[in-house]
């Protein structure tokens, strides 16, 4: 394929878009690019990015330019990434709203740098071809600026559209929140009305296995992981997919009834007939207990 074919395709992908590093890989020198520039093929939207003559300038393109412009690790966030997923096109409307982690500092016009050093994969997604934060991610992100009432009405539009965003929210609030970190107290009075029973202190076992985990140096597990066993879909409350670590979470006191309480130890040794390794962690273990538990186990699924 041609160079301006490769150019083509990429462009077509992002919105009209094209950085200076991907023309570069196609193909082209600088002096070809300072042609296309001259001649008005290519107009500059960033420093570095270009627009390909007789694409729409709209906002998604402004806003995927803003990503391209501030890097790899930079994505949509806060308001921006709430107009992306179709949940306001009111909040934050003349800001960019960016975040990345605290290594990349962004400064570029027209737009609100936000950095943190919680970014797991589960919180990140793509919309209309812009990297952003998952919806989930996003209503955290801005519920403390828009209080209760809004953030109420943000969570009711999104469950509405997909009902799995409840857990989303609570599974995004229990990674974000704890010692040292945000209190969240809005988005957690949002939660608290719609979860029965919901628990954001240590009572929550997920909640504060997470913090433990974070607090030990461990990378973010997959919560809610799917699998399937004997075509069942069943779900591990956290894994660590490549080291084939499932950290189970539920007890005696969670199940209530003694069908319940055997089934689920049936299903953790189907688990380990299937290769996972099987922790069970439970509410009377101290911190140090869990941290220790699970480090272990990656210890040694690492030097297996």
């Known amino acids: 394929m041609k160079v301006e074919g490769r150019i083509g395709r990429v462009a077509r992908r992002q919105h009209g878009l094209i950085t200076r590093e991907q ?65 306001s096109d009111r909040v934050d409307r003349d800001a960019i709203h960016l975040i990345s982690p605290p290594v990349r500092r962004i400064r ?110 461990f990378e973010p597990p997959v919560q809610q992981h799917p699998v399937r066993i004997d075509g069942r879909r069943c779900r591990i409350d956290l894994a660590y997919r490549v080291l084939m670590i499932a950290v189970e979470l539920d007890g005696w006191d969670a199940h209530g009834v003694r069908s319940a309480f055997d089934g689920d130890r049936a299903r953790r040794n189907e688990l380990t007939i299937l290769g996972w390794s099987v922790v069970q962690l439970t509410s009377a273990m101290s911190d140090e207990v869990m941290a220790s538990t699970v480090d272990r186990l990656r210890r040694a699924a690492i030097a297996a």
Do not use: N
């Open 23 to 87: 023309v570069i890989a196609a193909g082209m020198t600088p002096r070809m690019i300072d042609v296309r520039l001259r001649t008005g093929a290519w107009v500059t939207t960033r420093p570095g990015i270009y627009a390909v003559a007789g694409a729409p300038a709209t906002w998604k393109q402004a806003v995927l330019a803003a990503c391209l412009a501030g890097g790899p690790v930079a994505l949509a966030s806060h308001g921006t990434a709430l107009r992306l997923w179709g949940l």
């Open 108 to 217: 570029l016009e027209g737009v609100v740098a936000h950095r943190s050093a919680l970014l797991p994969e589960v919180d990140l997604s793509q919309r209309s071809g812009v990297p952003c934060t998952t919806a989930a991610r996003s209503i955290v992100e801005t519920s403390g600026a828009l209080g209760e009432a809004a953030t109420g009405k943000l969570l009711d539009l999104a469950i509405r559209r997909d009902r799995r965003e409840l857990e989303a929210l609570r599974a995004c609030v229990a990674r974000l929140a704890g010692p040292g970190r945000r209190t969240l107290s809005t988005v957690r009075e949002v939660l608290a009305m719609r979860l029965p029973g919901y628990d954001p202190g240590d009572s929550d076992l997920e909640v504060r296995a997470l913090r433990v985990f974070h607090r030990a140096g």
